[in-house]
């Protein structure tokens, strides 16, 4: 089945304890991005990705890293999160171009105490 | 600068009225793709409808419809005879340039029985 597989689903982590949020698709996609949701705010980009070792950042970044060493992974890395960093965060994959828009993964509830 | 703006932030209805939902969208692209997504309470981002910027035919899917208007920038989505199951919160998104995407801040629908 074609999809993005996101984890963990929940995460409650302390301020400053480094995370990884791991994001691997199986559909070949080259772009790859991730968003977080705030009330109010809608998806905000925080980075993304066109190919393998091609990174950007997006609207939000601050606070966040990224790496794209296979195609298939892209791992959202928290260096020293803080509270202002609990969100519900979501990778996504597309095709390069091609107008269809996203397959999103499940989406990681997390939350910085 | 690419902008969509959901100007309803939370509406409700009681079940089995029609429900219209606004998006209005900011582009200079002349290519680009239009989307609606549903979240519902579990979390997950549920693709409804994608449109080009080439095609204004409206379309009708059972009870869901979306009339997309260049001329006023809008791409609405009408949900009749409304169900307990359509509350959820909905975003538009527009697609632009190669695959960026941006999200407007959602409406929350609450369909009360």
């Known amino acids: 089945e074609a999809q993005v597989t996101q984890n963990p689903r929940y995460l409650i982590t302390v301020t400053g304890k480094k995370l990884t949020v791991t994001c691997s698709q199986n559909?070949?996609?080259?772009?790859m991005s991730w968003y977080r949701q705030d009330p109010g705010l809608g998806l905000r980009q925080i980075y993304y990705?066109?190919?393998?070792?091609?990174?950007d950042k997006g609207d939000v970044p601050e606070g966040y890293k990224v790496s794209r060493k296979e195609k298939r992974n892209f791992p959202l890395i928290l260096e020293s999160p803080s509270p202002n960093q609990t969100s519900l965060y979501f990778c996504?994959?597309?095709?390069?171009?091609?107008?269809?828009?996203?397959?999103f993964g499940s989406g990681t509830r997390l939350t910085v105490v | 600068a690419q902008k969509v703006t959901q100007a309803q932030t939370e509406i409700s209805v009681v079940e089995k009225e029609d429900v219209t939902l606004d998006c209005v969208y900011e582009?200079?692209?002349?290519?680009?793709?239009l989307f609606w997504y549903k979240q519902p309470p579990s979390g997950e981002l549920v693709f409804l409808i994608r449109?080009?910027?080439?095609?204004?035919q409206n379309e009708i899917s059972g009870r869901y419809s979306w009339n997309f208007q260049k001329s006023t920038s809008s791409f609405n989505f009408t949900i009749t005879a409304s169900q307990v199951v359509d509350s959820a919160v909905y975003f538009c998104?527009?697609?632009?340039?190669?695959?960026?995407?941006?999200f407007g801040a959602g409406t929350r629908l609450t369909v009360k029985p």
């Open positions: 996504a994959s597309s095709l390069r171009g091609t107008g269809y828009g996203y397959t």
């Open positions: 998104a527009l697609e632009y340039n190669n695959n960026d995407m941006r």
């Open positions: 559909m070949n996609h080259e772009y």
């Open positions: 990705s066109m190919n393998v070792e091609v990174t």
């Open positions: 582009t200079r692209d002349t290519t680009y793709y």
């Open positions: 449109r080009n910027s080439f095609d204004e």
